[in-house]
């Protein structure tokens, strides 16, 4: 999706503060085996070091969007980013360790130096459209060796003469990434789809599932 928005991506890790440096260079190095070449800052939004940190990244006259699960703070960073207490923040669930929706509708806001930033409600997932090309970039070890397949309409699932289930035997391709790979690639296959063709593929699936749970009795 980054790749297909061409779009400049980084990555804060919050709430530095409650792990230890290792713990950070760890998960930094785990993000970096996937995408070597986006940038990761880990900061605090209780420290104001870190926040002045953070605020450098933000260009006037470019528009940014902070996206993320709820509770992660990015309701408190967006106060500490216009120095006020502007937005509504809420603790952790204590029943399940989980943020609770501060935000409940997108929101602009035009930072001091002319920089704008979207404030978007937590979120479960992403959804992808049409991602044909910046699926490629992000598997560009999968691209290359589908290039190598015996047919040219190979889905890299079942096909014999297949380069990428070839490379993953061979060690090439990390299980991790492939199923990754089908999985994105599928979604955005069903995303292509008219409204008319879900429907046919939902009903099918209703059905499908109703005899299953029939037959399960």
Known sequence: MIN???ITPVIFLSKSDLISSDEIE????DINKIMPDIKIEAFSNNRLTD???IRTHFTPSKTYCLLGSSGVGKTTLLNNLINQELYKTQPIR???GRGKHTTTRRELIVLENGAIVVDNPGMRELGIISIESGLDNTFDEIAE???QCRYTDCTHTIEKGCAVLKGIEEGNISNERYHNYIKMYKESLY???SYFEKRQKDKKFG???HAYLKNKK
Not at 26 to 29: A, N
């Open 51 to 53: 926040i002045e940190y």
């Open 145 to 147: 060796l589908s290039d």
């Open 26 to 29: 760890s998960r930094k190095y």
């Open 94 to 96: 204590e029943k399940d």
């Open 207 to 209: 059905k499908f599932m």
């Open 191 to 193: 995303n292509e789809m």
């Open 4 to 6: 297909e928005s061409n």
